[in-house]
């Protein structure tokens, strides 16, 4: 009996020790799958405000993007582009970013509700991506206007110098012979064979298209310059040969200073015909004072006295002055009450 005792109390501590060890690990096991469940929503907790501040990150970016690309918007028309399709895919990528802007939030979001907050990262997590996809697809429209800006502005450029290449090329043909200086000719030429050279360059910038269209233009001044000099100088050379033309000529047909000759007068009963000469005229009577006539003739000299020749003639006559001279040349003279021309 002793022996079945002591057996009896063996066995029944071992079953007590047993249950107290399947207790405490059932517990331990409660304990973990707490344990573990807190441990997994707060971690999930914690990248989810981890994610909602690079969402906040992004958006802000996406803000700072749309309005670059407004402000390119407003700053550039139709015709400043050569491929208008751009300005259209832009403002339609501006409507989608717009569309986008913010940070979406969740109250659902509980700290110790594992599957809410796996939910609202989700959420913020894809918000993020339509952001960065935004601000890409904004950035990409927004080089494409540049591009076309920029292509417009080449294209204007190629257009003017060439332009400026038929004007002088034009003015070279035609200003040959007429310039001062021909050595603008011949650095005109030069500049348009390097205008020529640029304008066929695909790569050629607006830099460099100006600059050739400058030069070009300079090169065209200084022919135009020389020609206007020319032309003024020859002006004032045609001016100077009329001018001395016109003295000749004055000179030429002044008032005779020799004398006068050929003159007819008409008289009373008769004519007088023949020559005077201030210095020694002469004259001889061959007519009657009523019908005669009186013709040149020979003086010895001395001084003339017109009172006995009109006695002599009769009819009378005047001598021949300055004052009975005509423009014409020819001589009036005057008569008295007995029609004599004293």
Same mark, same amino acid.
């Given at each position: ?13 071992? +079953? ?6 399947? *207790? ?15 441990? @997994? ?28 690309? =407004? ?12 491929? %208008? ?6 403002? !339609?990528?501006? %409507? ?5 802007? +913010? ?16 939910? @609202? ?9 339509? /952001?960065?996809? &935004?601000?890409?697809?904004? $950035? %990409? ?6 591009? &076309? ?19 002088? !090329? ?6 040959? $012979? %007429?310039? =001062? ?9 030069? *500049? ?6 640029? &304008? ?9 298209? #100006? ?21 003024? /100088?020859? *002006? ?8 001395? =033309?016109?003295?000749?000529? @004055?000179?030429?047909? $002044? ?30 009577? #061959? ?5 005669? &006539? ?6 010895? +000299?001395? #001084? ?39």
């Amino acid at each position: 009996m002793a022996e079945e005792e002591k057996i009896l109390n063996v066995s029944e501590k071992s +079953g007590k020790k047993r249950t107290v060890i399947l *207790a405490a690990v059932a517990a331990i096991v409660v304990l973990a799958g707490v344990g573990g469940y807190a441990y @997994a929503s707060n971690s999930a907790y914690d990248s989810y405000e981890s994610r909602v501040e690079s969402a906040k990150e992004s958006d802000s970016k996406l803000v700072k993007k749309i309005a670059e690309a =407004q402000s390119l918007v407003k700053a550039t028309k139709e015709t400043d582009v050569l491929d %208008k399709t751009t300005l259209t895919s832009l403002n !339609e990528s501006l %409507k989608v970013g717009e569309s986008r802007k +913010g940070v979406p939030t969740s109250s659902h979001a509980a700290k110790w509700n594992l599957w809410s907050v796996s939910k @609202a990262k989700a959420i913020v997590s894809n918000d993020m991506t339509e /952001a960065d996809d &935004s601000i890409n697809a904004i $950035g %990409k429209a927004m080089g494409k206007v540049e591009a &076309s800006k920029t292509a417009k502005q080449v294209k204007d450029a190629k257009d003017a110098l060439d332009k400026t290449i038929t004007d002088a !090329e034009n003015l070279y043909k035609d200003s040959e $012979g %007429k310039v =001062q200086d021909n050595k603008t000719r011949e650095s005109l030429k030069t *500049a348009i064979d390097n205008a020529k050279k640029t &304008s066929s360059d695909k790569k050629a910038d607006v830099k460099s298209l #100006t600059a050739a269209n400058d030069t070009l233009s300079k090169a065209v001044k200084a022919v135009n310059d020389s020609k206007n000099a020319k032309a003024q /100088a020859d *002006a004032q050379k045609q001016a100077q040969e009329q001018a001395q =033309q016109a003295q000749a000529q @004055a000179q030429s047909v $002044g008032t005779p200073s020799g004398g006068y000759s050929g003159y007819a007068y008409p008289n009373v009963g008769g004519s007088y015909s023949g020559r005077a000469s201030q210095s020694a005229p002469s004259y001889s009577n #061959t007519g009657s004072p009523s019908g005669g &006539s009186v013709s040149g003739g020979t003086s010895t +000299g001395g #001084t003339w006295d017109w009172k006995n020749a009109k006695d002599s003639v009769g009819g009378g006559f005047s001598p021949i002055t300055k004052d009975n001279i005509n423009p014409d040349g020819s001589a009036t003279g005057g008569g008295d009450s007995h029609g004599n021309m004293w």
